[in-house]
């Protein structure tokens, strides 16, 4: 599934990886079929958090234009998530 294979390649160790792996999370989410599902909504959270924190600038912008995106689209599942956003 595309949605795990853009997950796995967000990491602080390899930020190139990480840089192409949330550009393509933030183009599979405008699609929505994916934030609808409570595990993958999970994965994808967690994911774009430690995103926010790879020290590069190009991912963190990415990830948090990302999280904007969510939040516009899907602002009803993001109660579980707003502590975290602060």
């Not at 390899?14 to 993958?40: I, K, T, W, Y």
């Not at 600038?57 to 009803?76: F, G, H, M, N, S």
Request: glycine content about 2%.
């Amino acid at each position: 599934m595309i949605l795990n294979i853009l997950i796995e390649n967000i990491t602080p160790d390899n930020v190139a990886a990480s840089r192409f792996a949330v550009a393509g999370l933030h183009g599979a989410l405008c699609s929505d079929q994916f934030f609808r599902m409570p595990a993958e909504r999970l994965q994808i959270m967690t994911c774009l958090f430690m995103a926010c924190s790879i020290d590069d600038v190009e991912v963190r912008w990415i990830a948090i234009r990302t999280l904007v995106e969510v939040v516009k689209q899907d602002y009803d599942f993001m109660e579980d998530y707003l502590n975290d956003l602060t």
